[in-house]
């Protein structure tokens, strides 16, 4: 079993950044990617940003050249870096992580974010 420990998040004004992090701790299966997951009032939940242990990238096409996601593989821990926040950015933002060799996947309580106008 993995354990996700996401701090950051709140109220910030269009424009503004934060940034989320999210700590993996618990067995000792392998992290292999990590990333985050949004769900928008009234919206289906969508990937915002994933990373890979190798470090491959993906990015919603919604935060391409806004949202920077990092990764310290020594700690375990995933970082997303927020910047020039829209009120559409406004969601419960969800750490992901899969472990071991069958990519079990696990999920953070979630962290809000809302983004005024």
């Known amino acids: 079993q993995v354990q996700l420990v996401e701090s950051g998040g709140g109220l910030v004004q269009a424009g503004g950044s934060l940034r989320l992090s999210c700590a993996a701790s618990?067995?000792?299966?392998?992290?292999?990617?990590m990333g985050w997951y949004r769900q928008g009032p009234g919206k289906q939940r969508e990937l915002v940003a994933i990373i890979t242990s190798a470090g491959t990238i993906n990015y919603a096409d919604s935060v391409k050249g806004r949202f920077t996601i990092s990764r310290d593989n020594a700690k375990n821990t995933v970082y997303l870096h927020m910047n020039s926040l829209k009120p559409e950015d406004t969601a419960v933002y969800s750490c992901?992580?899969?472990?071991?060799?069958?990519?079990?996947?696990?999920w953070g309580q979630g962290t809000q974010v809302t983004v005024s106008s």
């Open positions: 618990g067995s000792g299966l392998r992290i292999n990617a």
């Open positions: 992901y992580c899969n472990a071991g060799v069958n990519r079990v996947q696990f």
